[in-house]
């Protein structure tokens, strides 16, 4: 069962710790815009032995942050005069009388009860029976003041609201989202980096998820805060994991109920919105849908997105729009806002693998089984360069499987082919260096990924073998056998040494260093 979050208590909490850091001009001013109020001591038992001594200083500095009713603070100012007329401080009580909002009040909705006051404070003496008509006394009079404010306020605990902050940052280190020591950029809800982590290639099998032959992974992705693993299967399941237990994810209210995002067929791919707030799928079926990860919501359909299955999705840089591809041969990009498709970029003669935004977001870089990589004005949608890659003899058609962005770099951009070499390209068609597993034969890339900072390139193989090649050196410096059966894709987590690898053998695998 999901925990509902009043905006009140939110509210509060701010008002408490403005409060206690006697942040009082702010406090006011949060109180009258939100007309909410705090309404918090630090001892119920307390505030009402002030008020039974008459300790009127230290209650009315209590009731400063309070919102009280008009007749509660009428009563209890009341009080106070009559007991500093008692106590002869006639100045003070005259003051009180004369220049509070609640004894002005009084003076203009009671004008004989304030009458009364006035009466007394030009007394040359203190007569309590006048004071106390109809048989009241001074200390019943307090017993009943107390009474009325002590049911206005509550008490909570020092600086709630850091309490619960930390409370959730255990959780989440519980949860596996926070490394144990790791400090928190609160504000920006991710973990502080101290020093940039060295990139390392995998060695070891760190965590398996299985999947059942019907709900096959046809695609992942990490969010870009790094916070989420999300998975999409052939039988149209959308799931958000905790890739550090190897578990779903269900402290997300939805999942935890067990309702998934869904699509009507076979999810092909997936991506995340720059601030991990939005998630794109594309369906087999040629269908979009956007959607809220928090809460699971459907933001946006695009149902009629492509003729054919879509291959690939990428947001833009402000997620107003996004680009996808298809086995349509065409690239569309859609807004989110209209709901429409905005723009078509034709000229691929087969499956479209791959499109993405080049860094500045003025082009689109796209790949095809067409044998051909293609820079387009993202703006006008003409076809600015059209790039067939010269791999050592192969003179046919070869697959580009995917193309990705040199991390640190404005136009270079990695080419994964369907041969044993992957290149990295400039935007003017040149290679830049090449890369080679060796292998004359079975051994032909199916995919690829890079590491954060560019530094290594990992591609799986029709072998089924996970290669790892050092971009500075140009070398493959390792190898590992990643799953039984052919690799469907391989994606890195966006801060740490993390790979997952999914495979036809029903199996997500997770790996590190």
Partial sequence: MALEVESADVIRLIQQYLKENNLLRSLATLQEETAIALNTVDSVESFVSEIHNGHWDSVLQAIQSLRLSDKKLIDLYEQIVIDLIEMRELGAARSLLRQTDPMIKLKEQQPDRYLHLENLLARPYFDSKEAYPDGSSKEKRRHAIAQALSSEVTVVPPSRMLALIGQALKWQQHQGLLPPGTSIDVFRGKA????????????????????????????ACFSPDGQYLVTGTIDGFIEVWNFVTGKIRKDLKYQAENNFMLMDDAVLCLCFSRDSEMLATGSQGGKIKVW?????????RFGHAHTKGVTSLCFSRDSSQLLSASFDHAIRIHGLKSGKTLKEFRGHTSFVNKAIY??????????SSDGTVKIWSAKTTECLTTIKPAIGNITTDITINSVVLLPRSVD??????RTSTVLIM???GQIIRSFTSGKREGGDFTCCSISPRGEWIYCT??????YFFNTSSGKLEGTLTAHDKDVIGIEHHPHQNIICTFSEDCQLRLWKP
Avoid: M, W
Wanted: charged share 25%.
């Fill in 192 to 219: 502080s980096v101290k020093g940039e982590e060295e990139e390392k290639y995998p060695t070891q099998l760190n965590r398996t998820i299985k999947f059942g032959q019907k709900s096959l992974v046809e695609c």
């Fill in 292 to 300: 809220k990860l928090q809460s699971g919501q459907c933001l946006r």
């Fill in 358 to 367: 080049s860094a500045d977001g003025h082009q689109i870089i796209s790949a």
């Fill in 412 to 417: 270079h951009f990695i080419v994964c082919s």
């Fill in 426 to 428: 400039n935007v003017q």
């Fill in 461 to 466: 193989g029709e072998d089924r073998v996970l």
